[in-house]
Structure formats: C-alpha cells, structure tokens
C-alpha cells in the first residue's frame, strides 16, 4: 500500500522556521514527482511546491516564493519543506503528495494526512 | 495564473440520484485536468486525472469529461459514501491551481 507520513508541524513564532519532513513507503520513490499542498480548514486547497524525480526541477506558488525551500533525498524515501520568514498566512494543514509521473507538474494521486502547522506568538 | 472556477458551491441531490459538477479554467488547460474527493477529518483522494481516466478503485459511477476550459464530473447514482466536497485542480501550467469546491449535500 502506497502511504506518505508528514512530520515536523507544530507552532512557529512569526518570522520563525519550520521543516516538514514526508516519508514515503510502499512504491518506487525515486520514480515520481512529489509536491506539497496546504489547507487552512475549513477552507480549500492550496499548491505549495513541487520537485521532480531527481530534483532538478521545482517550483513554488508566489506566496511561498523565497521564503520556503523543497528538496528530497531518495535514499531515504522522503521530500522535505523548510519554511522561513513564516507569517500567520502560513497556518494550515500541509499535505504531502505523490505526483502521477517523474515530472513535477502532474496529476496528484497518493496524499498524505498532513501535519499543521501554526503561526503565533 | 489559471483561475479554477467550480459550480455550484453546494449541490443538493437524493440518494439514487445524478449529480453533475462542474469546473471551468480561466485558459485553456487540455486534458491536463483531475478530480478529487475530500471526506470531513480525511486527506482529498484522486478521482478522475486527465479528464477522464478514473484512478484505481473508483466505481464506474464516477465519470469525467470535457477539455479546454468546460469539464465536469458526474455521479451516476449517488451513494451515501458519495456526500462530500469535490475539488477539481490544473496540472496544465504553472502555478497549480485547484477550485474552489463543491459540496454535494444530501436532499
């Protein structure tokens, strides 16, 4: 069974940081895609960033631009989000995601439960 | 930026019944268009990708169709585990964007 377990959320002062970690289990990881989606709830769902396969190829919403860096490490099976500069717009749920191919720009077809994270002081 | 645009916001339906949602693109995205489904307290599950093509273990009932900047979903015959939001999302350009939802509620 293909499963995505997100960590690392918690609550962050403003202007603090923050890394998500996404471990992955139960398919080929170094085959595909993966990106990060956010939702406050109650509210929709939001694209964060995306990376390729190899990592050669990201990209991020403007909203995030800047301030938050994706990355993976396939030998570990996992895909990474450090948050930076954060601001209470931040707060949501953050879900990681399995793409459908190896390209970062795809369907998205596993999804993690996701892990919160929360801005305040 | 691709604006995802959904409708209705909510859609009420009798069990047994047909549901049509529909989602329309700002520009034209092709094919490159996928549906999700989202229970309260649960991550959104993939439906339908490229359109048309139901993702693994999804019941006949559930169709896709359109291109360009019209698409819709259908529900056959709606089912008590079917009430919930639907989203549906462009993976044609960058940034990604998702609609707003609709809810389907029951009648």
């Known amino acids: 069974e293909m499963q995505l377990v997100e960590s690392g959320g918690g609550v962050v002062r403003p202007g603090g940081s923050l890394r998500l970690s996404c471990e992955a289990s139960?398919?080929?990881?170094?085959?595909?895609?993966m990106s990060w989606v956010r939702q406050v709830p109650g509210k929709g769902l939001e694209w964060v960033s995306s990376?390729?396969?190899?990592?050669?190829?990201?990209d991020y919403a403007d909203s995030v631009k800047g301030r938050f860096n994706i990355s993976r490490d396939n030998a570990k099976n996992s895909v990474y989000l450090e948050m930076s500069s954060v601001s209470a717009e931040d707060t949501a749920l953050y879900h990681c995601?399995?793409?459908?191919?190896?390209?970062?720009?795809?369907?998205?077809?596993?999804w993690g439960k996701g892990t919160t994270v929360t801005v305040s002081s | 930026e691709t604006v995802m645009t959904q409708s209705p916001a909510t859609l009420s339906v009798s069990p047994g019944e047909r549901a049509t949602l529909s989602c329309r693109a700002s520009?034209?995205?092709?094919?490159?268009l996928a549906w999700f489904q989202q229970k309260p307290g649960q991550a959104p599950r993939l439906l339908i990708s490229?359109?048309?093509i139901r993702a693994t273990g999804i019941p006949a009932r559930f169709s896709g169709g359109g291109s360009g900047t019209e698409f819709t979903l259908t529900i056959s015959s709606l089912q008590s585990e079917d009430f919930a939001l639907y989203y549906c999302?462009?993976?044609?350009?960058?940034?990604?964007?998702f609609g707003g939802g609709t809810k389907v509620e029951i009648k």
């Open positions: 995601v399995k793409l459908g191919v190896s390209a970062a720009r795809s369907y998205m077809d596993v």
């Open positions: 139960g398919f080929t990881f170094d085959d595909y895609g």
């Open positions: 990376i390729n396969w190899k990592g050669f190829s990201i």
């Open positions: 520009q034209g995205v092709a094919y490159s």
């Open positions: 490229g359109a048309s």
């Open positions: 999302q462009q993976y044609y350009s960058w940034p990604l964007t």
